[in-house]
């Protein structure tokens, strides 16, 4: 009965080995046949890139301009309202240092 379960998994890992033969067999006949295809593909990208990456490229840096500008403004505009703040703390700053002016020399 065990000779029986060995023979049929090794008929079932031919099998497997033999499906998975064929199956490389098949995708390299595959390759072969459609590699003119891969190359024009790669050529059409490569021609395409050549193209569109400067186009990105110049819109990207333009975009990062613009919305620089927009965090400048929003900096600004969010900042306002710490204004007086900091206005209060500036003064306080003032008259305490004015206050701590003690010779150096003992």
Do not use: C, E, H, Y
Not at 39 to 50: E, S
Not at 60 to 85: D, E, W
């Amino acid at each position: 009965m065990a000779a029986l379960l060995v023979f049929a998994g090794l008929a079932v890992a031919a099998i497997v080995f033999l499906f998975a033969f064929v199956g490389l067999l098949l995708k390299l006949v595959f390759r072969v046949i459609f590699f003119p295809l891969f190359l024009l593909k790669w050529l059409v990208g490569a021609v395409a890139m050549f193209v569109l990456i400067p186009i990105v490229a110049v819109v990207g840096i333009a975009l990062t301009f613009a919305f620089s500008v927009v965090a400048i403004v929003f900096g600004a505009l969010f900042s306002i309202p710490v204004l007086p703040l900091l206005a209060v703390g500036a003064v306080l700053w003032i008259l305490l240092v004015k206050a701590n002016r003690t010779s150096a020399v003992a």
